[in-house]
């Protein structure tokens, strides 16, 4: 019983290495998909910050017009 549980968690430990080592190889054989996920995120960062500044300028806005009326 005990011989069986080493085999599993051997072939478990062996596995996880495989996995591991092969998405190294994959990783180091396409860097152009990291680029590229990395550029969409920080341009769709940069629109969201854009959208942001423009509705709190807006809010702003209204709030100077609302103080300019009374």
């Keep these: ?7 599993w968690a051997i ?11 092969g998405y190294n190889v994959y ?3 396409n860097p152009k998909t990291d680029e590229h996920t990395n550029r969409a995120a920080n341009e769709q ?5 854009d959208n942001h500044l423009g509705h709190n ?11 300019d009326h009374n």
């Excluded at 019983?1 to 085999?7: F, N």
């Excluded at 960062?45 to 910050?49: G, L, S, V």
């Design 1 to 7: 019983m005990k011989r069986s549980i080493i085999i």
């Design 11 to 21: 072939s478990g430990i062996v596995y996880l290495g495989v996995v591991i080592a």
């Design 27 to 29: 990783a180091s054989m």
């Design 45 to 49: 960062e940069e629109e969201d910050m």
């Design 57 to 67: 300028e807006q809010k702003e806005e209204k709030m100077n017009n609302q103080i």
